[in-house]
């Protein structure tokens, strides 16, 4: 049995995730299996810890290792697993010397039942200041590729346990960025995703501050053979001009932004420690519209966050409208312990889970809304898989017909199951 990589979370997860392929086969590991975890909900820890528990009890003889952020941010949880070999960082995973040093560890001591602390690799990520990026051909099985320019945050929103997982934010150089595209199209790729923790403070770091719009113009300036490029999710109230000139005159830059949100009520925002008010959303969702007609939105809003009345929460339900939202991640709120948000007067259990499901239900009448408006349309789509792909504002679509993973074809929407529209 090789290395076998299973990932929770993020597109940044399912970047790292072939990195770390290729440094445990480079180091000859055999009988592996990485469990690469996200620290965002209490939820995805908890399908972490069952999930390891689950792999040793279908395969005994594998070593278990395990990575991402909860990982970093509570190591000794995971340690504590009679099952887990090791525990490494979010920034010793991606160190080829990580795996090789494994490979020795596992050798010299065969037996399993390692002390806590000597399963443990986990460094200060706050100490991390630089992003170097591992070139990769692709990622296994996936028709689109995804690029990470950028990692960790500095921003504190008061529920987010992510900066304490990913460390501040650092991105990778352009000219590195620009090849890694470039490497990925000649490999085949017709489509390319930019993704980070928060993308749109990349460059900040970086010597002259390129911003993340001027990024955009140098991978579409330099390489012209790439048909699709997307953007993961930004930050809307930080999207820089050069930005919105490609959002507006880019017809290589896909017509869909996914939005960090959060909240539709300017208090509860102010208690996130966000950076806009509801006001800026509905204006950047309306002066885009204006600059690219047929753009849509998706974005990530937090149903119940603490102290939010009924009231509040309207205020989120008509956000939807307000935005025109047709792709919702709707979370409920779930304390991170060590976040400030955790200290605040909670919203009862139950309340959260209505408001979270009255939040879905909302999102899909509007994502219906959508698919209803693409019947009768013709659309670029790229090919998944045999009979699934994605148009260029990220509809999922059923093709009647079998074509070839990878590739893009313009096809008639010819109706819709409820959720995804079919095409021939
Ligand atoms: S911007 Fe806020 S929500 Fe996003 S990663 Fe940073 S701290 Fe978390």
Redesign the pocket.
């Known amino acids: 049995m090789t290395v076998e990589l299973v990932t929770f979370g993020c597109r940044l997860n399912t970047y790292e995730s072939e990195v770390m392929r290729r440094h445990a086969a480079a180091a000859g590991l055999e009988g592996v299996v990485v469990v690469n975890t996200c620290a965002v909900t209490a939820e995805a820890v908890r399908q972490a810890r069952q999930t390891i528990r689950r792999l040793k009890r279908e395969r005994p003889q594998a070593r278990i290792v395990v990575t991402g952020c909860a990982a970093q941010t509570e190591p000794a949880t995971f340690a504590a697993m009679p099952e887990v070999d090791r525990v490494l960082g979010n920034a010793e995973k991606l160190e080829g010397s990580s795996w090789t040093d494994l490979r020795a560890a596992l050798a010299a001591a065969p037996s399993f039942g390692l002390e806590a602390e000597e399963k443990v690799v986990v460094n200060d990520i706050m100490a991390v200041k630089e992003t170097a990026l591992h070139l990769i051909d692709g990622i296994e099985g996936r028709a689109r590729a995804f690029v990470q320019v950028q990692n960790g945050?500095?921003?504190?929103?008061t529920?987010?346990?992510?900066?304490y997982g990913?460390g501040n934010s650092r991105s990778a150089p352009m000219g590195a960025v620009v090849a890694q595209v470039r490497r990925l199209v000649e490999a085949g790729y017709r489509e390319v995703v930019l993704t980070g923790?928060?993308i749109t403070s990349y460059g900040a770091d970086l010597p002259g501050a390129p911003t993340l719009g001027k990024l955009v113009k140098q991978i579409l300036k330099h390489v012209p053979e790439l048909p699709r490029l997307r953007l993961s999710s930004i930050?809307s109230v930080e999207a820089d001009r050069d930005l919105v000139d490609c959002i507006a005159g880019e017809s290589r830059l896909m017509p869909h932004l996914h939005l960090?949100l959060?909240a539709g009520d300017d208090l509860i925002l102010k208690r996130m420690?966000?950076r806009h008010l509801r006001a800026d959303a509905i204006r950047f969702c309306a002066e885009m519209r204006r600059l690219r007609p047929d753009i849509v939105f998706g974005a990530d809003i937090i149903a119940g966050f603490p102290t939010e009345t009924e009231e509040m929460f309207a205020r989120s339900l008509d956000l939807v409208d307000e935005c025109g939202l047709t792709q919702l991640h709707v979370f409920p709120f779930s304390p991170r312990p060590g976040t400030p948000a955790a200290r605040m007067p909670q919203v009862p259990r139950p309340v959260v889970k209505e408001r979270a499901r009255r939040l879905r239900e909302k999102g899909d009448a509007a994502f219906r809304r959508h698919l209803d408006a693409e019947v009768g349309q013709r659309r670029s789509i790229l090919v998944e898989s045999d009979g699934a792909g994605r148009t260029e504002h990220f509809t999922p679509v059923k093709i009647g017909r079998p074509m070839e993973p990878g590739a893009i074809a313009t096809l008639a929407v010819t109706g819709h199951d409820g959720e995804r529209l079919l095409a021939a």
Do not use: E, G, M, T
């Not at 945050?153 to 929103?157: D, G, K, Q, V």
């Not at 529920?159 to 900066?163: D, R």
């Open positions: 945050c500095n921003h504190r929103c529920f987010c346990i992510i900066p990913r923790v928060d930050d960090s959060q420690k966000r």
